[in-house]
């Protein structure tokens, strides 16, 4: 009989979190601090909206680009929240969250032989959605003693005649990194220098902590260099609404819409909906969750720091990346036996890259009293090693 699967899927390999998630499952009493998912349910007036789309019969398909009243609401977000302006009928486009945004930008962009530049520590999608459209990842170590930010001196070390992308992976998961506006434009001149494109994945960019977001396609030149991808899950709360967006210039959107449009058709419609109502009425309850998640991120990082783990201070998303190099385990052994001994689960930062090896992420999408009890175990467990 034939070999009924593609070798080269094949060889990519499954998600590196899921294996400790396997686990913890089969046990009592665990306390995840591995899931990056928020712990709010999504806000009553937004779950509201969808429901009323439901009575109101709103079940059938939307065009493929997306609702167009949700198009211009993002567009007016886009513009009031991080000064980039985007024709919301010819570059947008409504996705199954920004998984999928990333995964037709590639296919849409990337022709075999095609090296697309991936920051690690980062997501772990990107890698093999680049594969997946027959690039060729070229992986760029980011270093803690930068606050694992991205250089322009690494960026132009990584680049070869053959480079054609840049994901751009900020707020950063698993780090927590940011990129400020300083550090954007510096990698703009190069990119704009090497005529390369930027997917810039910011489905945190509502949670930052220290001056707010800067998006690189509000720089000049870099707009129409840009493919942004954003959503809901994260700033929303509404990570089973699965819905996201991309912004790009239209010859890109285009060829991203025909993917979409064959695959996937449309987002969910009931989502859309509720997604007018998050984006019009929202802006409350985004401030008071990063105002909760600023405090967790406060407490989390305290606590680490005294029981003697060095954690670089994270200014985005809602994870911490703290090092267990001094502890003289890898980041697989450390986390397993954590989740062993004392039934706490985070996730090896080597599930992010190999330069990942040394340190954990810790998620701190959970609320204070669980993520005090994690946290006691956890130093307990450090006491019993040291």
């Known amino acids: 009989m034939r070999n009924p699967l593609s070798e080269r899927i094949v060889e990519i390999p499954f998600s590196g979190i899921r294996k400790f998630f396997d686990i913890a499952a089969e046990m009592k009493d665990v306390i995840s601090l591995g899931v990056g998912e928020p712990d709010f349910d999504t806000p009553w007036h937004i779950r509201d909206e969808g429901i009323y789309s439901l009575e109101k019969g709103r079940t059938a398909y939307t065009s493929n680009a997306g609702l167009k009243e949700l198009k211009i609401e993002i567009a007016r977000y886009l513009e009031r ?11 947008m486009m409504i996705t199954v ?3 999928e945004a990333i995964d037709i930008a590639m296919r849409a962009m990337l022709d075999p032989g095609d090296e697309v530049l991936i920051p690690q520590p980062s997501y772990v999608s990107y890698e093999p959605c680049a594969v997946l459209a027959g690039g060729t990842p070229v992986i760029i ?3 803690e003693k930068n606050d694992f930010r991205l250089t322009a001196q690494e960026l132009e070390e990584a680049i070869t005649s053959r480079t054609k992308i840049l994901v751009l992976p900020f707020p950063n998961n698993p780090t927590g990194a940011i990129m400020e506006r300083k550090d954007l434009e510096a990698v703009a001149k190069i990119v704009i220098e090497h005529d390369l494109f930027v997917i810039s994945d910011e489905i945190y ?3 930052t902590y220290l001056d707010g977001h800067v998006t690189i396609a509000s720089l000049p030149g870099m707009r129409e260099r840009t493919v942004l991808i954003n959503g809901f899950s994260k700033a929303y709360s509404m990570t089973g609404w699965r819905l996201g967006y991309a912004c790009a210039p239209k010859e890109i959107l285009e060829q991203m819409l025909k993917i979409h449009q064959y695959a996937i058709m449309c987002a969910p419609t009931t989502s859309q909906y509720a997604a007018v109502e998050a984006v019009r009425n929202g802006d409350v309850d985004v401030s008071q969750m990063r105002e909760e998640y600023n405090g967790r991120r406060r407490y989390l990082v305290k606590r680490l720091r005294e029981m ?20 003289g385990m890898s980041s697989d052994e450390f986390a397993t036996r954590m989740l062993q001994e004392e039934k706490v689960v985070v ?5 992010f890259g190999a330069c990942g ?16 009890e994690a946290l006691d175990r956890m130093e307990r467990f450090i006491e019993k090693i040291n």
């Open 81 to 91: 929240r991080f000064s980039v302006s985007y024709d919301y009928d010819s570059e």
């Open 97 to 99: 969250g920004g998984s």
């Open 141 to 143: 170590n980011l270093k």
């Open 205 to 207: 960019a509502e949670l």
């Open 308 to 327: 003697g783990m060095h954690c670089f201070e994270p200014y985005g998303a809602f994870y911490a990346f703290p090092c267990i190099r001094q502890f």
């Open 347 to 351: 996730v090896p930062g080597t599930a």
């Open 357 to 372: 090896e040394g340190f954990l992420r810790i998620s701190y999408a959970y609320s204070l009293s669980k993520l005090k």
